[in-house]
C-alpha cells in the first residue's frame, strides 16, 4: 500500500505503476456529468485553485446537512467512461494528478495522462459507506443549486481512501491487459475464429 | 374480501421496506458474496475487493446508510387483491419515496430529459416505476429493486440472429449473447453481476422480464431443466473470463445468471440481459392491516 497526500507533484504521481495499490489522504473535489460539461464550456477560474494538483473523483454522493455543516452518509465512485470526452482537456485545462472513479476511461485519457503526468484510480464501486466515512472534512461545494446534491462540485479532505492504479502516466492500463485477455476466452467460447 | 387499512400504515411500510432495500443486503447475496471470497486467492485484488465489500455492507446495516450512493431506479412490482385502488396506492408510495429521500435513505435520482433539473425528491414522469399485479391474497405483497445506473448502463439487448456472434434463433444463441454482453461490461457494472436474462417477449417486455429475474434467490434454479442447465452452464463459463471483482482480474465474475422466457413474435427473437451489481437490492413485503411482513 502506497500513502499519497494530496495535492502532489509530478514526480510521485510518475512513480506509480499499474497495479500498485494506494492509501489517499488529502484534498480532492468531487465532480461527474454536469461538472465535467461545465469545467470545459464555462472554465470556471473560481474552482482552478482547489483542482490544481489535486485529484477530480467521479462520485455523486449522498450528503446530509448537520447545522451548518455537511456530512458525507454515501460516496462510492461512479462509471468513469462517461467523462472521456472531457477529461483529457479538464485534466489539463486544471493541471490534475489524478482522476479516481470506476471501470476505467478511453485512450484520450490515457493520452493525457501520460503527457501531463497523473493517473487514474479506480475506487471499489457501490462501497459508499466505507468510503463516506473516509471523507473527514467539506470545505466547500460549487454549484450545489444549479447541479443538485450528487452533480455539484465538493471540496473534502480524505483519509485512508483505498483505490487501486489502473491507468498509469506511462501509458500502461489493466483495463486494456484484461478485456483483451477477457475477449480471447469469449472467441473461444463462441467458437469466433481469431 | 375487502382489505380496509389506514393510507399511513401503508406509507409506513413502504417507507421501512426502501430503508431495508437501501441499506441492507438479502442474506442469499451476502451468501453469494462470502462464498466469492473464499474462492479468490490469498492477497489477490479480487479477494481485497470481496473483503472491501463485506465490510461495506456490514457498516451500512450498522449505520443504517446507503449501500451504495446510487440508489438507483426504484422499480416495484405489487400484488394487489381485488378492489383496492391502483392510483391510491401509487400516491402512498411516491409520499413514502419522497419521505425516504428526506430520510437520505434515498438520493434524489430522477433527472428531467429535457431542462436537467432533478426533482430532489426521486418522484416525477414514471419514477418510481410500479407495475401493478392482481392475486388472490387477502394482502398486499411489494416487491422492491434499487437498480443502479452503472449497471444499468452495460445492460442491453440483442436481436437474433446475430451474425458476428454466429448467434442463432435457440438457447445456444443465447449462451452467445449473455457470454459477449458481459464481456462488453467488464468491470462497469460494478462486478461481480447477476445477470437477468429475459428470452422473447418485445423490446420492452422481454427487458421488463430480464429485470424480473431479479426477484429470485441467486441460489435457486430454473424449474425447466434445460434452463437450469444453461442457467448453470452460463454461470461456469461467465467466470472462466478473468474479468474478476471490479474488473481487477479473478475467478468471480458473475454471482448468478437466472433467466426467464416469454413467447416471441415469429419475426422476432430478442434476448435481454440485464445486469446488476453486486449490490443487488432486492426486497419484498407482505402487508396486511395487522401486520407487515418482509422477507
Ligand atoms: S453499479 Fe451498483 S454498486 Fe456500482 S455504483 Fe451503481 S448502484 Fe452502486
Known amino acids: 500500500m502506497i500513502d499519497l497526500t494530496l495535492p502532489i507533484d509530478e514526480k510521485s504521481i510518475r512513480k506509480l505503476k499499474v497495479g500498485d495499490e494506494v492509501s489517499l489522504n488529502g484534498r480532492l473535489v468531487t465532480g461527474r456529468d454536469a461538472a465535467h460539461d461545465w469545467l470545459v464550456k464555462e472554465r470556471p477560474d473560481s474552482v482552478r485553485d482547489f483542482l490544481k494538483n489535486t485529484m477530480i473523483y467521479h462520485c455523486g454522493p449522498v450528503v446530509k446537512k448537520r447545522g451548518n455543516d455537511w456530512e458525507f452518509v454515501a460516496a462510492g465512485p461512479t462509471t468513469s467512461i462517461r467523462e472521456e470526452p472531457y477529461q483529457g482537456t479538464v485534466i489539463q485545462e486544471y493541471g490534475l494528478r489524478g482522476v479516481i472513479g470506476k471501470g476505467g476511461m478511453g485512450p484520450q485519457t490515457l493520452k493525457a495522462l501520460e503527457a501531463n503526468g497523473a493517473v487514474y484510480l479506480h475506487a471499489i464501486g457501490g462501497l459508499a459507506t466505507l468510503i463516506a466515512e473516509s471523507v473527514v472534512k467539506v470545505h466547500t461545494v460549487f454549484k450545489l443549486e444549479e447541479f443538485g446534491v450528487p452533480e455539484a462540485m465538493w471540496v473534502i479532505d480524505v483519509r485512508d481512501f483505498p483505490a487501486v492504479v489502473t491507468m498509469d502516466s506511462h501509458g500502461g492500463s489493466l483495463h486494456e491487459k484484461i478485456f483483451r485477455h477477457s475477449d480471447n476466452i469469449r472467441k473461444k467460447l463462441l467458437h469466433i475464429d481469431v | ?295
Open chain 2, 1 to 295: 374480501m375487502e382489505l380496509d387499512f389506514q393510507d399511513h400504515a401503508f406509507r409506513a411500510a413502504v417507507l421501512e421496506l426502501i430503508r431495508r432495500a437501501s441499506t441492507d443486503l438479502a442474506p442469499d447475496v451476502v451468501q453469494a458474496i462470502q462464498t466469492a471470497r473464499e474462492n479468490e486467492d490469498e492477497g489477490s485484488a479480487a479477494r481485497g475487493v470481496l473483503s472491501a465489500i463485506l465490510k461495506n455492507i456490514e457498516r451500512a446495516r450498522e449505520k443504517s446508510t446507503p449501500i451504495c450512493q446510487d440508489t438507483g431506479t426504484n422499480i416495484y412490482v405489487v400484488s394487489l387483491p381485488l378492489g383496492i385502488s391502483m392510483r391510491r396506492i401509487e400516491k402512498l408510495i411516491r409520499e413514502a419515496t419522497r419521505e425516504a429521500t428526506e430520510k437520505v435513505y434515498l438520493r434524489p435520482n430522477a433527472v428531467d430529459p429535457v431542462t436537467g433539473k432533478n426533482s430532489g425528491d426521486n418522484t416525477g414522469v414514471l419514477a418510481p416505476y410500479i407495475h401493478f399485479e392482481e392475486w388472490d391474497e387477502p394482502a398486499i405483497a411489494v416487491k422492491l429493486l434499487l437498480k443502479g445506473g452503472g449497471c444499468e448502463n452495460v445492460s442491453t439487448q440483442y436481436a437474433l440472429p446475430d451474425v458476428t456472434l454466429k448467434a442463432d434463433r435457440n438457447l445456444e444463441g443465447v449462451y452467445k449473447t449473455v457470454v459477449d454482453a458481459v464481456v462488453k461490461a467488464q468491470g462497469q457494472g460494478c462486478a461481480p453481476g447477476i445477470l437477468g436474462v429475459g428470452v422473447g417477449g418485445d423490446r420492452s417486455s422481454g427487458m421488463m422480464l430480464a429485470k424480473k429475474q431479479f426477484f429470485r434467490r441467486l441460489d435457486d434454479s430454473h424449474p425447466d431443466p434445460e434452463l437450469a442447465r444453461l442457467e448453470s452452464r452460463l454461470l461456469k463459463d461467465l467466470n472462466t473470463l478473468g474479468i474478476g471483482p471490479m474488473g481487477f482480474g479473478g475467478k468471480t465474475t458473475a454471482l448468478a445468471v437466472k433467466i426467464g422466457v416469454a413467447h416471441r413474435l415469429p419475426a422476432s427473437y430478442f434476448v435481454s440481459v440485464a445486469y446488476m451489481c453486486w449490490a443487488d437490492r432486492k426486497h419484498s413485503m407482505r402487508f396486511t392491516p395487522d401486520e407487515v411482513i418482509y422477507d
